[in-house]
Every structure is written in structure tokens, then in C-alpha cells.
């Protein structure tokens, strides 16, 4: 009869997917974990139970979450709904503005900021322009280009006659042309300026002359603005070497159009001078309708079919260079920004079934795109939003079903490790304002916006105080028939049921902590049963597994008995209701009988008390029949 001792000191590797439970061969084998629930885990490889979500206001509806960082003492939340607007310094709303913006749009709007502007896109929608003109004063008009691009749409063969040089001309196209989106739209003939004022036909429109023009012949030598409504707006946008960069429109999915330096929204062209206009479309053997553009080391291009590099030192119309990098594909259905991670730019595939990371190899002197869900790709389905929290080096990845995968990366320490975050509801946006997480969650068919809170352990929480104990607390008509978990004066207090917008708890309290409970789950992988004879599923015995915690008040494990809550070992006593004490150290739990099952876990710790719990290192000694 053989004895092992195993210690694991980190779960650095996160959670493995189930198709690599053949594999003890891995790395990840020794680091990973078969189940982790509702936990982050550390840099530096321990594991914690997330904290809860505070409940701020609910929401009219579907929402889309754009942090907005005026300067380093400011910043503000913004949440785009239906038509609306509503900007929030931390938990309070200070300000709210109309927009065009429809529910059906928010999936696909982009965005980017530059000092108190933010810009927004849409394929379908005017770009609009965010300013901040004071604390609680905000405005959202369209932008007002000084020289827009132009595009030539129609066949080479297509000519148009002006009527006239100058004032209100009519204009007759040579062949089915005209759209009654061309209304509001400048054309530019022989190279001067005019703006169409009505169309009548396929093939006559009036136009107001705004740069008077060279004659009146019929002439092929026409263009029209790249952007309207008869030809789509711009999709994405961004800031880069003092440029604006526009990447695609609905009509030109696949060009790129970067303003006049220091001159943003000046697209002219012009001769080709340095400071001048650039713009140029992506050409290959596959489809690349841009669907992010992000400046970063260098300007990198995100397309449905590939990654690109832009490069130039500055970028000038003779020095740009574009070149494909990798071939992975940006996500369609959806705008999902790239985010930047310790100089990598993590975007999520096409597919739906990865996050990749887009990093520049020095040595190479072009960019690889490393996928982060490798080993767990059970967890990344379909991606609806994102966002990176750097205090805790986390980045949060709602997916489609509602749950938030949380993918640890330290890539310094060799750590990327993911878990699941579910709750009850449906995460849906996400955005990150210094080291604070926001999300929209739907919950019992409404839209609520809620953050993460290290002072909570329940969802859809409040919390609440009073100088004289009470039994009766009120204010949760959001948590209205549901059973609510309760936390009074630090001490669980079990489960209640909101009536009326108040629950009652016995005995009274000076502080209450309400919300909805949620399950932390800690699940090894299968013991590694390698011999000098293969593989064996061997009848297997725990004989004991003890548990190094820190700063911990509530632990239960279950050791193929269900869950049992550990008694720590400690030397004072605690007062009846008072908050548990934290423990640190070491539990030993001892276990009996034997298993044949080499996939049933030898441990499992699952608990859902709303009180802290960090898991640092587990080690388990077992016996193996020869």
C-alpha cells in the first residue's frame, strides 16, 4: 500500500476545461483547478471569495457602460439607454442629456476620449461629440467635420450636370443615382464644394453651391462625402499621434481614413504633405471590415479576418506602412473595445471562443496573438463586454448566457488563471473607473446598474445603519419577494424574504448588510494516479488534507459527505451575534473510506455564508492500494 503527500501551493493555472482531464501531463495540472466559483484569485496564487455587488439604481432598460476619465481627481460613469444619458460621479447621478442613440444601436456604438470630449459611433447613427462644459453640465451634439472625406461610389461612366455655378443649382446624374439618404450630403465637382438640399428623383436633386464652380459641362469628375446617411456612418474610432482615426463605415467597411495632424476633425487630403490627411483602404486575400482601431505602441487595426500593424515615425501620407500581422478575427455581432493589458492589446475572437493577446515581439519585430482561454475555453462563450481592472491585474469578460469569466494575468509571474462569477441575474456591461468594476444586471426582467464592493459579500446589496438598534429595515423594493440573505452587526443571520421593501430581523441591529446569496465553489482536479504501470484507477483513501487559509471566517468542505462547515480552532470565544473573527493558519480535517472513482474530487469546498474566505495552499495525503 503506497502513501503520497501532494502540496499545492497556487491555483495560477484557474480553472481547466473539462477536455483537458486526460492531461495530468500539463503545467496547468499542478496549478489549475476542476471547478472555481465565484472567486478571484490572487497574483500571487491564493484564492478568494469575490466580493458581493452593491445595488445603485435600476435602469429603463439595456444599457451600454463607458468610463470617462476627465482628469486624474474626476472621472465620471456613463450610461447610455434609450435615447438617454445619465452620468454618474460614484454612486450618485449628477447630470443627464438626450441622445440619438436607440437600444437596438448600444451593442455596436464605439466610443473614445480625448481631454472633456468623447466621441461616438455608430454604422447607422450621426457620430456624435460628448462634451463636459462643468460638473453637472453635459452635451451631445453631432460632430462638425472642417473637411470630410470623400469617396467616389458611383461607376466611372456616371457623370452629373450642375445647372449653374453658384446659390441653389439643380443636378442631373446621367444614371439612377440619387437617394433621399443624399439630402444633408456635400458631392464635390471638378474639386468644389456643394450640399445637397433635396433629392427629387433617382436622377435630379437640388444641391446649395458652397464653393462656386468651374462650369456648368457634364462631367465624370465627382465625388461624395464618405459619410452620410445614404452611404453609413463611421464604425469605430480612435486617437492616435495627434490624428483622429476613423476605421470603416457601413459602406466602406474595410478603409481607413486619419485626419490632418493636430487638426482632428480636417480629413482633406490635400497634396500629400506630411500634416495632411491620410487614407487608404485594406486589401487582401479575405474579408477586413475593421472592427476596432486602437493606438498603441504602434496604430493597430482589429478587423473581422485579421490583426493589423500601422507604422510610420511620425505617420505622414510617404511614411505610413500597413501590414498584416495575424489572421484571428475581431468579434462581428458586437463592438467589443480592445483593452490594454501591461502593453498588450486583449481583444476577443471572432469565434466567441477566445481572448486573445496581441503582443509585439522586439526580437521578431511583428506581433503574435496568444490566446489567454487555451486551457479554458469552457468558460469564454460568445463575449458581450469588457474591462480590466488594474489594481487587481482582473479582466472581467461578460459573456452572452450572463455570467462574467475573470482571467487573472500577471504575465511576469506566469499567471493566467480564469474562474466564473455567476449571480442571480445576467451581467451584461461592463466598465472599470479606477480599480472600481460597474455592471448593468438584469434581475427579475428589469436592468440594474451595480458594482463590485470589497464591503459586501451579497449581490444586489445595501447596506444600512442606525444609532439605535432596529428589527425593521426598509428601502429594498428592488429585492421585493425575493429570499434575501442578511448580515447583522457582522453575523449571519440566515435567509429572509423581502415584503413590503423591508425585511425584519430578530434581534435588532444597529447595522444590516441585504442582498441576494451567492455560492462560492472550490473543486480540485482528479488526483494524478501515475505509477510505474500506467494510469490506474486504483481504489483510492483521502487520509487527511489540510487547508492553509488566511484572514478566513467561514469555511465548509465537503469530503464526499456534503459540505460541512469547519470549526477553527481558536482562543477566545466569540459572542453570540457578534462578527465571526478571521482565522489564519492551518485546518487539518481528517477523512474516511475508500473511492474507485479517480474523477471524483478528494475535497471540495462550497459554502455560500457571506463572510470572507481565502483559500492559500491545500495538502492532502492519500493511500493507493498496490
Known amino acids: ?295 498603441g505602441q504602434h496604430l493597430q487595426v482589429f478587423t473581422s479576418g485579421a490583426e493589423w500593424m500601422v507604422t510610420g515615425t511620425p505617420l505622414t501620407p510617404s511614411s505610413i506602412q500597413l501590414n498584416r500581422q495575424t489572421r484571428v478575427g475581431s468579434l462581428v455581432g458586437r463592438m467589443l473595445p480592445p483593452v490594454d493589458v501591461d502593453g498588450s492589446t486583449i481583444f476577443a475572437a471572432r469565434s466567441g471562443r477566445g481572448i486573445f493577446e496581441f503582443t509585439y515581439t522586439d526580437l521578431q519585430q511583428l506581433y503574435q496573438a496568444n490566446d489567454l482561454a487555451l486551457a479554458a475555453q469552457h468558460l469564454v462563450r460568445e463575449p458581450v463586454a469588457m474591462c480590466y481592472d488594474q489594481t487587481r491585474r482582473l479582466l472581467h469578460v461578460a459573456m452572452a448566457d450572463g455570467t462574467l469569466a475573470t482571467l487573472t494575468l500577471y504575465r511576469a509571474e506566469q499567471v493566467t488563471a480564469w474562474t466564473r462569477q455567476e449571480t442571480a441575474g445576467a451581467i451584461r456591461a461592463l466598465a472599470e473607473i479606477e480599480g472600481t468594476v460597474w455592471a448593468t444586471v438584469e434581475r427579475g426582467g428589469t436592468t440594474r446598474l451595480e458594482r463590485f464592493d470589497d464591503a459586501l459579500a451579497l449581490d444586489a446589496a445595501l447596506t444600512g445603519s442606525a444609532a439605535v438598534p432596529q428589527d425593521r429595515w426598509t428601502g429594498l423594493g428592488h429585492l421585493e419577494g425575493s429570499s434575501v440573505g442578511v448580515l447583522a452587526n457582522g453575523a449571519p443571520r440566515g435567509s429572509a424574504t423581502v415584503a413590503g421593501g423591508a425585511v425584519t430581523v430578530d434581534p435588532p441591529a444597529g447595522s444590516v448588510q441585504v442582498g441576494l446569496a451567492f455560492r462560492h465553489v472550490v473543486e480540485p482536479l482528479p488526483p494524478d494516479l501515475a505509477t510505474a504501470l500506467g494510469v490506474r484507477a486504483a481504489p483510492l483513501r483521502l487520509v487527511s488534507v489540510t487547508f492553509r487559509v488566511l484572514e478566513t471566517a467561514a469555511l465548509a468542505v465537503d469530503l464526499g459527505r456534503g459540505p460541512a462547515p469547519v470549526p477553527f480552532r481558536r482562543l477566545d470565544t466569540p459572542l453570540l451575534d457578534a462578527p465571526p473573527p478571521r482565522f489564519t493558519g492551518d485546518v487539518r480535517l481528517r477523512a474516511l473510506g475508500w473511492q474507485r472513482d479517480a474523477l471524483r474530487p478528494l475535497w471540495r469546498i462550497e459554502d455560500d455564508t457571506p463572510l470572507p474566505m481565502t483559500l492559500l495552499s491545500v495538502t492532502t495525503e492519500t493511500r493507493i492500494t498496490d
Open 1 to 295: 500500500m503506497a502513501q503520497s503527500r501532494t502540496l499545492k501551493t497556487s491555483f495560477t493555472a484557474g480553472e481547466v476545461a473539462p477536455e483537458l482531464l486526460g492531461r495530468p501531463d500539463l503545467r496547468a495540472w499542478a496549478n489549475g483547478a476542476r471547478l472555481l466559483r465565484n472567486v478571484f484569485i490572487q497574483p500571487t496564487g491564493g484564492v478568494t471569495r469575490r466580493p458581493g455587488l452593491r445595488h445603485i439604481v435600476p435602469l429603463p432598460g439595456p444599457a451600454r457602460l463607458i468610463a470617462f476619465e476627465f482628469n486624474t481627481e474626476q472621472s465620471y460613469l456613463l450610461v447610455l439607454t434609450e435615447g438617454r444619458m445619465q452620468i454618474f460621479i460614484g454612486d450618485t447621478q449628477v447630470a443627464e442629456a438626450p441622445g440619438p442613440w436607440s437600444t437596438a444601436m448600444l451593442p455596436q456604438i464605439a466610443f473614445t476620449q480625448s481631454a472633456d470630449t468623447l466621441l461616438l459611433c455608430h454604422p447607422d447613427m450621426v457620430p456624435q461629440k460628448v462634451t463636459r462644459t462643468g460638473h453637472a453640465n453635459w452635451t451631445v451634439l453631432p460632430w462638425v467635420f472642417l473637411r470630410e472625406p470623400f469617396y467616389r461610389f458611383a461607376g466611372a461612366a456616371v457623370a452629373l450636370e450642375p445647372s449653374g455655378v453658384a446659390g441653389e443649382i439643380d443636378l442631373s446624374a446621367s444614371d439612377l443615382f440619387f437617394q433621399a439618404g443624399h439630402v444633408g450630403a456635400r458631392f464635390r465637382i471638378g474639386g468644389r464644394r456643394v450640399r445637397v438640399t433635396a433629392v427629387h428623383s433617382a436622377v435630379h436633386a437640388t444641391a446649395s453651391v458652397e464653393e462656386t464652380l468651374a462650369g456648368t459641362n457634364l462631367t465624370t469628375d465627382w465625388d461624395e462625402a464618405a459619410f452620410s446617411a445614404a452611404r453609413g456612418w463611421p464604425v469605430c474610432v480612435c486617437f492616435h499621434q495627434d490624428r483622429l482615426v476613423i476605421g470603416g463605415s457601413r459602406d466602406l467597411p474595410n478603409r481607413l481614413w486619419l485626419s490632418q495632424s493636430g487638426d482632428l476633425f480636417n480629413f482633406d487630403t490635400g497634396t500629400g504633405l506630411d500634416d495632411q490627411g491620410i487614407e487608404f483602404g485594406l486589401v487582401s486575400d479575405q474579408v477586413n471590415a475593421i472592427r476596432g482601431v486602437f493606438s
